[in-house]
């Protein structure tokens, strides 16, 4: 049975559109919570999700009476049964929480943090005022925890505040696609969070797990996932949120993240092994306009199998000396760092057969629509917290680390994660051997000499594949009268759910209203 709405409830901003609350799942003295975001329907009248039973095309929900509480409905099955067994965590020793109480209107609709679009008849600045009331009247974490699951972007803020928010705003991300939101940004790396004092760690610089230390006797670790209602409508972060829950409870037990290897500054190595991680850092040229852009090699790092880290200045050394008769180099996006790695090995090209491995081209064929930069692929098999966001520091030791991070992570932990992965998908392995990786050195020449471009053949190829289009609008349109090729929501509903668009009733013309001297020239001429 649903239960209405306490006293605590007087002043929110939410009051009004809903009767009802859904209180938090208290398991005393856990040292996990989940946060979510809202409850849904099932949580509000208590009725956890069992199953789904399908017959005759109608599905037929199982479900179970409960006191009314976080998780028990769609999402929270699919999460008990999917996600939550990778961690390897007891579910039942777990507290559950939701930041909003409520649901407003009725509807599971919250508008997104970071926009000012108004959804369900709620504003951004609603949102976070009716997060701060819900916080302070019944937010309550069991005085034991040390970690929090952050499922949602609602979640994720509830923790950090603004902060996070203005940060995101400054960031250089890698995608700029992913800056609309700060959980996808930050899904899969741990935070420190004093609640208390709203002191956030690893955000400005490298966060290891220290909840519940004697230094920092309030700080707990959140780690954020986007939520797993999302996921019913894209699969983008889908394969990443398997690893997250995995990692999540690694973060618990204490084997993730691993400790930090010795990273040597300006010590090239005396000897080469035959696979290393290469990476480098430039700063780009001021050119002419139209000019192709040119960088300057500031630093560059490497790394091998046996965790050895190198990071050089390149005013110290321009020299890698010792090379192999066959050396293997994974970078991430080989042909920025080509350029420079060349005139490094240099003295050894002549009796070095090169072998080029990108972690970026070989995540695009894997995974296909997935974010493809360094950031993203570590977050999923990355054996350290997250680094990447520290690219913009004016420190000089904080780029040492950066960068020997950058060739260590590369090697050690994407591109041993993507072979893993290749083992299980040989199609996927042949389509980046022979098509895909073949295209490097394509690519890194046409970047020094450039591309020459028949006009002619690209206008006429442009006007066929345009004509060719029409046509297959003009079919489309024919075949289902009303259809807006443009409109995605149209286009969802007739592909999924074979519903297609009534069209609408052509508007009347309204007759134009003529003034006394029209009708006078119209009766008797001009």
Not at 154 to 180: H, I, P
Not at 282 to 293: H, Q
Not at 475 to 488: A, C, I, K, Q, Y
């Amino acid at each position: 049975m649903p239960i209405l709405k306490p006293s605590g409830c007087n002043g929110c901003p939410l009051e009004k559109l809903s009767r009802y609350i859904t209180p938090d799942y208290i398991v005393e003295n856990s040292e996990v919570s989940i946060l979510g975001q809202a409850p849904g329907q099932h949580e509000e009248e208590g009725l956890k999700l069992e199953r789904n039973d399908y017959s005759y095309g109608r599905r037929n929900e199982i479900t179970t009476p409960v006191t009314p509480q976080p998780l028990i409905g769609a999402t929270g099955n699919w999460l008990r049964k999917e996600f939550w067994p990778l961690t390897r965590l007891d579910y039942s020793s777990v507290s559950r929480h939701n930041v909003i109480k409520c649901r407003p209107n009725g509807l599971n609709e919250l508008p997104n943090i970071g926009s000012n679009k108004a959804i369900n008849g709620i504003s951004t600045k609603t949102l976070k005022q009716a997060i701060h009331h819900c916080s302070r009247a019944y937010l309550r974490f069991p005085t034991r925890t040390k970690y929090i699951l952050a499922m949602g972007e609602v979640a994720l803020y509830s923790l950090t505040g603004e902060e996070l928010l203005n940060y995101r705003k400054g960031v250089d991300s890698e995608e700029q696609d992913e800056k609309s939101s700060t959980v996808t940004e930050w899904r899969g790396w741990a935070l420190g969070v004093d609640l208390v004092e709203h002191t956030i760690l690893g955000l400005r610089d490298y966060y290891s797990d220290m909840a519940g230390s004697s230094l920092y006797p309030r700080l707990i670790t959140a780690f954020p996932v986007v939520h797993i209602s999302s996921l019913f409508n894209s699969q983008r972060y889908y394969h990443a949120t398997l690893h997250d829950f995995q990692r999540f409870g690694n973060l618990v037990r204490g084997t993730w993240p691993s400790t930090i290897p010795e990273i040597k500054i300006n010590t090239p190595p005396k000897t080469i092994p035959d696979t290393i991680g290469f990476d480098t850092e430039y700063r780009e040229l001021k050119v002419p306009s139209g000019a192709r852009p040119k960088h300057e090699l500031t630093m560059w790092s490497m790394a091998d199998v046996e965790r050895n880290v190198y990071v050089v200045d390149s005013d110290y050394s321009r020299q890698l000396r010792g090379v192999p008769s066959q050396l293997n180099i994974v970078t991430q996006n080989g042909i920025v760092d080509i350029p420079h790695l060349l005139p490094i090995i240099s003295t050894s090209l002549g009796s070095c057969r090169l072998n080029v491995e990108d972690t970026m081209l070989a995540h695009t064929v894997k995974w296909t629509g997935e974010p493809y930069g360094l950031d993203y692929m570590l977050s999923k098999y990355g054996e350290f917290n997250r680094h990447k966001h520290l690219r913009e520091t004016e420190d000089l030791w904080t780029k040492y680390f950066y960068s020997g991070l950058d060739a260590y992570g590369t090697l050690n932990n994407v591109w041993k994660g993507l072979l893993r992965d290749f083992s299980e998908d040989k199609l996927a392995w042949a389509e980046y051997c022979l098509r895909r990786k073949p295209l490097i050195p394509i690519i890194d020449k046409s970047q020094q000499m450039g591309l020459e471009v028949d006009q002619s053949r690209v206008e006429l190829i442009t006007t066929l594949l345009d004509q060719d289009l029409q046509r297959i609008k003009d079919e489309v349109e024919s075949l289902v009268p009303g259809l807006n090729l443009r409109s995605t929501s149209q286009m969802k509903a007739l592909l999924y759910g074979n519903i297609v668009p009534v069209p609408k009733p052509a508007k009347a013309k309204r007759s134009k209203k003529l003034s006394l001297l029209d009708q006078l020239k119209l009766q008797y001429g001009e």
